[in-house]
């Protein structure tokens, strides 16, 4: 069964320890990160959500990112990112 984790709208710095742990809570899972309500990504959050994307394809999980919000899309893109280079996921 897949869990999935839905992001909350502001993930800046004080947002970063509470994803991680909510994160953590569902290793071993496959699991969806839901970032359909992100407005704005802080480097903190986005920094654990790679780690965390390499984590779970070390362990053989599936790590993906659903619905991302054109915010969280322009600021990923920011960093050089999009939601498919930072889970390894070939675009559909």
Same mark, same amino acid.
């Given at each position: 069964?897949?869990?999935?984790?839905?992001?909350?709208?502001?993930?800046?710095?004080?947002? %970063?320890?509470?994803?991680?742990? !909510?994160?953590?809570?569902? /290793? @071993?899972?496959?699991?969806? *990160?839901?970032?359909?309500?992100?407005?704005?990504?802080?480097?903190?959050?986005?920094? %654990?959500?790679?780690?965390?994307? !390499?984590?779970?394809?070390? /362990? @053989?999980?599936?790590?993906? *990112?659903?619905?991302?919000?054109?915010?969280?899309?322009?600021?990923?893109?920011?960093?050089?990112?999009?939601?498919?280079?930072?889970?390894?996921?070939?675009?559909?």
């Amino acid at each position: 069964m897949t869990a999935v984790i839905t992001l909350q709208e502001r993930l800046d710095f004080g947002a %970063v320890t509470p994803l991680k742990t !909510n994160i953590l809570g569902h /290793a @071993g899972q496959d699991l969806e *990160i839901d970032a359909s309500q992100v407005a704005h990504m802080g480097t903190l959050c986005l920094q %654990v959500l790679i780690a965390a994307a !390499n984590d779970w394809k070390q /362990a @053989g999980k599936t790590f993906r *990112i659903i619905s991302p919000s054109e915010t969280c899309k322009t600021q990923l893109a920011l960093h050089g990112f999009s939601p498919d280079t930072i889970t390894g996921v070939s675009p559909t």
